[in-house]
Antibody, heavy 123, light 107 residues
Framework: QVRLVESGGGVVQPERSLRLSCAAS????????MHWVRQAPGKGLEWVAV????????YYADSVKGRFTISRDISKNTLFLQMNSLRAEDTAVYYC????????????????WGQGTLVTVSS | EIVLTQSPATLSLSPGERATLSCRAS??????LAWYQQKPGQAPRLLIY???NRATGIPARFSGSGSGTDFTLTISSLEPEDFAVYYC?????????FGQGTKLEIK
């Protein structure tokens, strides 16, 4: 079955960097767009970034543009989120999620989701 | 950016009752709306997409309706496992955005 497992979260000081990983299995990784979605403690959901199935396009939320980079390693079926210049407001559980439908363009629906990894930005 | 407003913030019902959750968009999203369920300590789960299509494995008691700016998620007869937080999400305009959630709690 489809499985997404995030890792790499932890406590980091403001202005430092962190890289999250999401190991994917159970589906053809290169056939689906992949997303990062985050949830601040006790708050709602915020979409962060997407990489299209062919890797040709990447889009970001305005709140992270210029600081975060989404990428992938298709040889390892792994999605990444490089987070630089971290701020307190980036504190959240970060989920990776697969696009619901395969294909070049993102369907914009997220299914399934990984279990999430917590990032805490604090001095 | 499209803003989604969910109501009510909290809904208190008993098992077996019918639940009706609302989501209103700040501008038309056509039928490009989804619903997710999130239980404490778990990741969200897709329930409904394209306003009215049930995702794989979702029970028939969950149904979605609406188009344009007003949408509804209906749970026909609440089961104990349905008490959770529900989010709507649009993908009509980039970036995708979520509502603030409705907490469905046991009365």
């Amino acid at each position: 079955q489809v499985r997404l497992v995030e890792s790499g979260g932890g406590v980091v000081q403001p202005e430092r960097s962190l890289r999250l990983s999401c190991a994917a299995s159970g589906f053809t990784f290169t056939s689906y767009g992949m997303h990062w979605v985050r949830q601040a403690p006790g708050k709602g959901l915020e979409w962060v970034a997407v990489i299209w199935s062919d890797g040709s396009n990447k889009y970001y939320a305005d709140s992270v543009k210029g600081r975060f980079t989404i990428s992938r390693d298709i040889s390892k079926n792994t999605l990444f989120l490089q987070m630089n210049s971290l701020r307190a407001e980036d504190t959240a559980v970060y989920y990776c999620a697969r696009d619901q439908r395969g294909g070049t363009h993102s369907s914009g629906w997220f299914d399934p989701w990984g279990q999430g990894t917590l990032v805490t930005v604090s001095s | 950016e499209i803003v989604l407003t969910q109501s009510p913030a909290t809904l208190s019902l008993s098992p077996g009752e019918r639940a009706t959750l609302s989501c209103r968009a700040s501008q038309s999203v056509d039928n490009y709306l989804a619903w997710y369920q999130q239980k404490p300590g778990q990741a969200p789960r897709l329930l409904i997409y394209d306003a009215s299509n049930r995702a794989t494995g979702i029970p028939a008691r969950f149904s979605g309706s609406g188009s344009g700016t007003d949408f509804t998620l209906t749970i026909s007869s609440l089961e104990p496992e349905d008490f959770a937080v529900y989010y709507c999400q649009q993908r009509s305009n980039w970036p995708p955005t979520f509502g603030q959630g409705t907490k469905l709690e046991i009365k």
